[in-house]
Each structure stands twice: as structure tokens, then as C-alpha cells.
């Protein structure tokens, strides 16, 4: 099991960049993915990207690819999400998210592929 805090969620004006950082305690977080999801009041949660455990390669939907971009340090067991040119519609409550590896996985949107969840860390890009 990994324990998760978000944290670096904020105000901003549509343009501007946030960066959102987690924080995991927890022996596994090295053989873990880590997903990182955000929920919008009245809409179902989004799944926006994914990171494998040694960090080479990530994925990403659509509504943030070429603006967002997200990092894993192992030793730190810390993991970041660089949010750029962000737009109003960004606005929600971003949470981070990690499973760990088994034989046969991948990275997946699916909310129930994740077993550990944070708290969350709260978004708002205003016009």
C-alpha cells in the first residue's frame, strides 16, 4: 500500500502553469504507477496521466497532452505534474493516484485499475 498527499493546487489565470506535486510513503511507491486524475463539480472523473514505475515513459489524454507533463522521482517517492497554458475548463480537483506493478499491466485511465488515492489538491484557472 502507498500512502498519497497532493499538494501545489491553487488560483491561476487562463495562460498560466501550476505545478502539482505527490508525495508518497510506502515501500511500493518504486514499483508503482502513478496516475493523476482531476474531477470537475457535476462531471465524472477524468483520468489525464499515467506514469510507469521506472518513469521512461508516460501517457497522457487528450484534453492535456502537449501542455501538461508529469515526472516521478523514485528516491524522493515524489511525483509532479507541470501544468501549463492552462484554460478554465482545467478547473477541478486534481488528485494522484498509484498501483503497483504486476506482471501483465499497463497504464490505465480507468479509475479502477488505482488502489491508492490522495486526498486531492484543488485547481482553479479563472478567464
Known amino acids: 500500500q502507498v500512502q498519497l498527499a497532493e499538494s501545489g493546487g491553487g488560483s491561476v489565470r487562463a495562460g498560466g502553469s501550476l505545478r502539482l506535486s505527490c508525495a508518497a510513503a510506502?515501500?511500493?511507491?518504486?514499483?508503482?504507477?502513478v496516475g493523476w486524475f482531476r474531477q470537475a463539480p457535476g462531471k465524472e472523473r477524468e483520468g489525464i496521466s499515467c506514469?510507469?514505475?521506472?518513469?521512461?515513459?508516460?501517457y497522457y489524454a487528450d484534453s492535456v497532452k502537449g501542455r501538461f507533463t508529469v515526472s516521478r522521482d523514485n528516491w524522493k517517492k515524489t511525483a509532479t505534474l507541470q501544468m501549463d497554458s492552462l484554460k478554465p475548463e482545467d478547473t477541478a480537483m486534481y488528485y494522484c493516484?498509484?498501483?503497483?506493478?504486476?506482471?501483465?499491466?499497463?497504464?490505465?485511465?480507468?479509475?479502477?485499475?488505482?488502489?491508492?488515492w490522495g486526498q486531492g489538491t484543488q485547481v482553479t484557472v479563472s478567464p
Open positions: 510506502g515501500d511500493n511507491y518504486r514499483r508503482s504507477y
Open positions: 506514469i510507469i514505475p521506472d518513469g521512461d515513459r508516460a
Open positions: 493516484a498509484a498501483r503497483e506493478w504486476t506482471l501483465g499491466d499497463s497504464c490505465s485511465f480507468s479509475g479502477a485499475f488505482w488502489k491508492d
